[in-house]
């Protein structure tokens, strides 16, 4: 049986997993870091965990000499060191901040956590070799992680599993402070914001980063693809390829230009979108609705 390698790298990108930079250090002192999203576990005694990197990278001849690799755990603001290691470059570790783990792997400052590796095994796994190390040392910063899913970057948000008044009559006396913190709100209204949207956005069958990308090509012109990748919290190399998706779903052409097939799917989008905003915000009038969305901007800005 065959596959559209394409398709089955889209459907394999329905499983959300941490974002990682894979370090080592080479007995000349050549420093490599790949991101990757394919760590896992694999034994808790001996502790043994798992990465993989396609075989024709150029980073592969350091980590096949080198004794030891390290695994750096991004945390959820860190995005942009995650994109530096997903793309060549001369010298990757140009103004990143590092100190030196087990073997010299370096390791990367302010992560949610890291695993120092010993190199134990080496697999052949298909277009990649499968990396496994034998952990000697780890770090746990308890910071936010960064995900990845459907082609895009997401933060987590943890289910509190807090029942509702209706549900639970003593929830107003043992939630009080609870239901008094505007980041456990925030919390609760993203999450049932995203169970209610994102399926209506599914139904289009666009992937979260594929529908995206077509949101904001709708809402720019001549737009090149570097524009494009900053302009969304999307790996490049997810840019590309969500981009050649969209060409092959004939909703974009070269130019990146929106077809009439891809102005009709961009405005479902929209009206979705804007019907999610009608449905959360019908008891407000319009000027309160206003005074809202300046209030993130302002929010947004200070964050920012």
């Not at 576990?41 to 024709?56: E, G, R």
């Not at 939630?175 to 999450?191: F, G, N, P, T």
């Amino acid at each position: 049986m065959s596959f559209d390698p394409k398709e089955f790298r889209r459907c394999l990108g329905n499983f959300a997993t941490g974002v990682t930079v894979i370090t080592a250090k080479s007995a000349d002192g050549t420093q490599v870091g790949v991101t990757a999203n394919s760590f896992n576990s694999v034994s808790l005694d001996p502790p043994l965990i798992l990465w993989s990197i396609v075989k024709t990278s150029s980073s592969y001849a350091v980590f096949e000499n080198a004794d030891h690799f390290s695994v750096n755990i991004l945390a959820a603001d860190q995005i942009d060191l995650s994109n530096n290691f997903a793309k060549p470059s001369e010298d990757k570790f140009a103004n990143i901040e590092t100190r030196n783990g087990v073997g010299g792997a370096p390791l990367l400052t302010n992560t949610a956590a890291n695993f120092q590796c010993e190199k134990y095994q080496v697999i052949d796994g298909g277009d990649h070799w499968i990396m496994i190390g034998k952990v000697v040392a780890f770090e746990n910063f308890g910071r936010a992680p960064l995900l990845y899913v459907q082609g895009s970057y997401a933060g987590a948000i943890p289910f509190t599993g807090a029942k509702t008044p209706a549900q639970n009559v003593a929830s107003d006396k043992t939630l009080a402070r609870l239901h008094d913190s505007a980041i456990y709100l925030m919390h609760k209204v993203l999450q049932k914001v995203q169970e209610n949207y994102l399926p209506k956005q599914s139904s289009t069958g666009l992937s979260t980063s594929e529908a995206r990308l077509l949101l904001v090509l709708s809402d720019t012109a001549g737009i090149t693809i570097d524009d494009l990748t900053n302009l969304v919290t999307i790996p490049s190399v997810d840019v590309i390829d969500g981009v050649e998706s969209l060409k092959g779903f004939g909703l974009i052409n070269s130019d990146l230009e929106l077809t009439d097939k891809g102005e009709e799917m961009a405005e479902r989008l929209w009206a979705i979108s804007n019907q999610q905003q009608s449905d959360i915000f019908a008891n407000l009038k319009e000027d309160e609705l206003n005074s809202f969305k300046q209030q993130l901007h302002q929010l947004l800005k200070q964050l920012s």
